[in-house]
């Protein structure tokens, strides 16, 4: 197992929901990985469990692991959000204080126009205070491409209004990979990489694809290295590099191969696009 500068971290779908907070840990811990990924979700269902906080912490610390990524705030656009997204959100708050994460990963399914969304995420990044907003492009959204993620960041002029690139999102929105500017360098705050198949499932149930059939780094069409080398030639150093293999098929067969697959095709990539991350 290799040790990297910038830790690598399971990210929350990729093991699912059927899992216990401990059988998630463990499986992580053994394949290699230095991080693990959190959605709201998790946490509700560790606390279903009946772990506390502190009980949380110590599985953590038992099995040496670290929260270095969670997720996920939605709807934050809305002019009416429910209050089920206002306790998301503040469970999101409380998590990253809570495991010392400095951003949170946001998506925006609603499509509204830039003007609006900015001043929509400037809000969203107020009640944040010292945290970071992380907003995702996905092709299936309310922000589509990078283009006009970035152009929502910049135009909601917060300090903390960054951007999370996605491997499968960037290929399945129909973007090359191509140099940054350092502008656009500047806001990336964390990636997430995996793979896909050359052609992909119809417009209409692409999101099926993206909940269902991810491939992991390295396995698939799409040249996860050549978008790695673009994240390291734009002089990028995410906060962390999330491993987002969601593939009903490889999770069949267990967590242990799940966490083993992915952290064995990520480590090959890495080595082949980033060699210079190994301490």
Same mark, same amino acid.
């Given at each position: 197992?290799?040790?990297?500068?910038? &830790?690598?971290?399971?990210?929350?779908?990729?093991?699912?929901?059927?899992?216990?907070?401990?059988?998630?840990?463990?499986?992580?811990?053994?394949?290699?990985?230095?991080?693990?990924?959190?959605?709201?979700?998790?946490?509700? #269902?560790?606390?279903?469990?009946?772990?506390? #906080?502190?009980?949380? /912490?110590?599985?953590?610390?038992?099995?040496?692991?670290?929260?270095?990524?969670?997720?996920?705030?939605?709807?934050?656009?809305?002019?009416?959000?429910?209050?089920?997204?206002?306790?998301?959100?503040?469970?999101?708050? !409380?998590?990253?204080? /809570?495991?010392?994460?400095?951003?949170?990963?946001?998506?925006? +399914?609603?499509?509204?126009?830039?003007?609006?969304?900015?001043?929509?995420?400037?809000?969203?990044?107020?009640?944040?205070?010292?945290?970071?907003?992380?907003?995702? &492009?996905? &092709?299936?959204?309310?922000? &589509?491409?990078?283009?006009?993620?970035?152009?929502?960041?910049?135009?909601?002029?917060?300090?903390?209004?960054?951007?999370?690139? #996605?491997?499968?999102?960037?290929?399945?929105?129909?973007?090359?990979?191509?140099?940054?500017?350092?502008?656009?360098?500047?806001?990336?705050?964390?990636?997430?990489?995996?793979?896909?198949?050359?052609?992909?499932?119809?417009?209409?149930?692409?999101? #099926?694809?993206? +909940? !269902?059939?991810?491939?992991?780094?390295?396995?698939?069409?799409?040249?996860?290295?050549?978008?790695?080398?673009?994240?390291?030639?734009?002089?990028?150093?995410?906060?962390?590099?999330?491993?987002?293999?969601?593939?009903?098929? !490889?999770?069949?067969?267990? /967590?242990? !191969?799940?966490?083993?697959?992915?952290?064995?095709?990520?480590?090959?990539?890495?080595?082949?696009?980033?060699?210079?991350? /190994?301490?």
């Amino acid at each position: 197992m290799m040790s990297y500068q910038i &830790p690598i971290t399971i990210c929350s779908w990729t093991l699912g929901d059927k899992c216990s907070f401990e059988e998630r840990v463990k499986a992580t811990k053994d394949a290699g990985y230095e991080g693990i990924g959190l959605r709201t979700e998790n946490y509700v #269902d560790a606390l279903s469990e009946g772990l506390t #906080d502190q009980d949380i /912490l110590a599985i953590l610390d038992k099995y040496q692991m670290r929260v270095t990524e969670v997720e996920y705030i939605v709807q934050w656009a809305e002019e009416n959000r429910s209050y089920e997204q206002k306790y998301k959100e503040q469970l999101c708050f !409380h998590m990253c204080r /809570l495991f010392n994460v400095e951003h949170i990963n946001c998506g925006l +399914m609603e499509n509204y126009d830039i003007a609006y969304t900015a001043q929509k995420l400037k809000e969203l990044c107020q009640r944040a205070g010292d945290l970071i907003i992380g907003v995702e &492009p996905m &092709p299936y959204s309310g922000l &589509p491409t990078f283009e006009k993620a970035f152009k929502v960041v910049e135009e909601s002029k917060a300090k903390n209004a960054m951007l999370i690139l #996605d491997t499968w999102h960037w290929v399945r929105a129909n973007q090359d990979y191509h140099p940054l500017t350092k502008e656009e360098a500047q806001k990336v705050i964390s990636i997430q990489i995996n793979d896909a198949y050359e052609r992909p499932y119809a417009k209409a149930i692409l999101r #099926d694809e993206s +909940m !269902h059939d991810r491939l992991a780094p390295g396995t698939g069409a799409k040249d996860t290295a050549r978008f790695v080398k673009m994240i390291k030639e734009a002089g990028i150093i995410p906060k962390v590099i999330g491993v987002e293999v969601i593939n009903d098929a !490889h999770l069949e067969k267990g /967590l242990n !191969h799940m966490t083993d697959y992915t952290y064995q095709a990520t480590e090959k990539v890495l080595k082949e696009a980033w060699p210079e991350l /190994l301490s």
